[in-house]
Every structure is written in C-alpha cells, then in structure tokens.
C-alpha cells in the first residue's frame, strides 16, 4: 500500500504540489487524471524520490520513505516509467533490460519469463539497440525494464503518449495482467481519458498541483470528469 499525506514539492518560487492526498493499494490500479502542467508528473518524481518535498509524507508498506534515496526506494521495490521513456539508444534490448538489476540481490539478477510474455516483440529484439526500436517498442521495453525490478509499486507517467493504437491496447492488457495477479500497487498518470477509464480502480483528477476530484471506477463513467480534463 502506497500512502501520501499533504504532499507539498516546490520549483524554487513554484509550487507544483499543494497538499497532495492518496493512497494507492496492492491489486488495483489508481489513475491521475489533469491536463498538461497540473503536477502530475512532479507527483511520480516525488515519489521516485527524484524529488524532495518541501512538506508531507510517503508511506509505502508501513514505512516512512519520504527522505530515502532514489535508489533505497528501488531496492523496496518502486519501480518508475518516466515519461518519453528514456531508455538507453545505445545498448541493446538485452543490456537495457539488464540495467533493472541494480537494486537487486545477485541470485535475483536474471530477466523475468513474464517480461517476453508480456512484451514478446522485446524477444526478437534482444540484439538491436534501443534508440532503432520504434516510439512503442521503446514504451514496452521501458516497461519490461521496470519489471525487471520485480516491482510491488508500478509508477507509470503517460505511456500511451505517441504510441500506436494496437500497442497501447497491448500495454492496457499488460497492466491489467499485472493488477489482477495482485501482488503490486500500480500508480498510472494519464491523459488519455478512455484508456484510464478502461484500467482504473480508482481516480484522482489534479488542477494547479492540488487534488480536486476522486472516486472509483463508477465515477468514471460520468461525464463530469471528462468535462473537468476538457477545460
């Protein structure tokens, strides 16, 4: 279980965040929702640890996170897919998805089954390099990398962003395969409004770094929310 309390992060004279609550529990899938700027991306960041907050707490599995390293986060298990991918261009598939194995103990260093099952373009494509694969492959291979780390939190920013239609409908089952087996917490940051109301267990939608609307996946088939993203 993920738990934030009156999360607060600044940029310098900005505030990104104002007083964030949520929780994310083992087994469901929680959606962000907001428009470009809102702070959802400075949210994930705070959460990887890539970013310190200026008040509040993270609590994941009953323990204080909010001032551990981004790699003491990793080794708990965190595992995050930022946004536009980033993937090594000049290694190969292989060597990409060995890079998840920093945080792991030495007889756990191995490239998990579910990883092609899941992805099984990344199989024949262990020998090519990262930057010739193309927007989506990129995105599943980013992916893949994360469950390397055997996570038990998901942190995903956006990835249908520039993807083609048949591999977000890939990833969409991927992370459906991974809720269900109910053993992670999955945080989802999403523009996409039908992809997220496909997935989601439940929701929060952000506006100027501040929470202004949550619900469960019925509240999704509203049309309050999409009104409130279209603005």
């Not at 991306?41 to 990887?48: D, F, G, I, K, P």
Request: hydrophobic share 45%.
């Amino acid at each position: 279980m993920l738990s934030i309390d009156n999360l607060s992060l600044k940029y310098g004279a900005s505030q990104a965040l104002r007083d964030v609550s949520l929780s994310a529990p083992v087994g469901e899938v929680t959606c962000v929702l907001g428009r470009n700027g809102v702070g959802k991306t400075s949210l994930l960041r705070a959460l990887s640890g890539q970013r310190a907050v200026s008040a509040g707490s993270i609590h994941f599995d009953g323990q204080d996170i909010t001032r551990l390293k981004p790699f003491e986060r990793a080794a708990l298990g965190i595992a995050y897919v930022p946004q536009g991918r980033e993937i090594f261009p000049f290694l190969t598939v292989k060597e990409n998805l060995e890079t998840a194995f920093a945080p792991l103990k030495r007889d756990k260093r191995v490239i998990p089954d579910e990883v092609f099952e899941l992805f099984p373009i990344l199989s024949s494509m262990l020998g090519r390099r990262g930057g010739d694969l193309s927007g989506g492959q990129q995105q599943q291979l980013a992916i893949g990398r994360a469950l390397v780390m055997r996570p038990r939190l998901l942190l995903l920013d956006e990835p249908t962003e520039g993807i083609q239609p048949s591999i977000i409908k890939d990833i969409g089952r991927a992370i459906s395969f991974l809720r269900d087996r109910k053993d992670m917490a999955i945080l989802l940051v999403e523009q996409y409004f039908d992809f997220a109301r496909d997935l989601a267990d439940r929701f929060v939608v952000m506006e100027r770094g501040a929470i202004v609307q949550y619900g469960d996946r019925a509240a999704l088939a509203g049309d309050d929310v999409r009104q409130r993203l279209a603005i």
